[in-house]
């Protein structure tokens, strides 16, 4: 298979949509995000890149706390939207029609609408360059009830999405199971055990 070298460039297929929160002058905001992910199992940790002239910084960096709301695919037009324009200009609570509710992070704005909440509490900001990786410890996650088969997430009724940049720039539902997680690998192998 020939290979095309495109020079350094952070592409992640596919990178995760992320409704980010954070109260500014007292009112919440949020931004859409698709620079994060997992940061650690114990503490809970996530992360997020943002650049450092973005609205809803200012509020992470005056608060210490943020949230990370994970929308499905029926919010789809407002997660575009927060990503199109900035709180600093618009309300964008009241264009998208967002229901907020607190947790037990204060100022940690949560978006009912989305199947998936987490508060979080900043723990690092690290100047990278061009963003600054935000850190910030899971508190709680909140979940829709009609989400969760057998008292777990279902992806299939979260629905999230994810964003794929490139030529096409655009967002991608979840396509079919392709193969059990920590299983299929095994035919390859004798040897059960997982490890990395």
């Not at 002239?53 to 005056?62: D, N, S």
Request: aromatic share 8%; charged share 15%; glycine share 8%.
């Amino acid at each position: 298979m020939d290979k095309v070298t495109l020079g350094a460039q952070p592409l992640i297929y596919p990178m995760p949509t992320f409704l980010v929160g954070a109260d500014i002058d007292d009112k919440p905001n949020f931004m859409a995000v698709a620079w994060g992910g997992v940061a650690c199992g114990n503490p809970p940790m996530l992360s997020i890149a943002l650049q450092h002239h973005r609205f809803t910084y200012k509020g992470i960096k005056a608060h210490s706390a943020f949230s990370v709301n994970i929308p499905s695919q029926a919010q789809v037009v407002e997660f575009d939207y927060c990503g199109l324009k900035t709180g600093a200009k618009v309300d964008k609570n009241k264009a998208c029609d967002f229901k907020v509710f607190y947790g037990q992070t204060a100022h940690a704005p949560l978006v009912e609408q989305c199947p998936v909440n987490l508060e979080c509490r900043l723990v690092h900001i690290l100047n990278l360059g061009s963003h600054a990786l935000i850190v910030g410890e899971i508190i709680q996650t909140h979940i829709s009830a009609d989400c969760l088969t057998d008292e777990k997430p279902d992806s299939a009724k979260i629905q999230p999405f994810v964003y794929c940049g490139g030529r096409q720039s655009c967002y991608v539902a979840f396509g079919e199971t392709i193969a059990p997680a920590f299983k299929v690998g095994r035919q390859l192998s004798t040897d059960t055990q997982h490890n990395s």
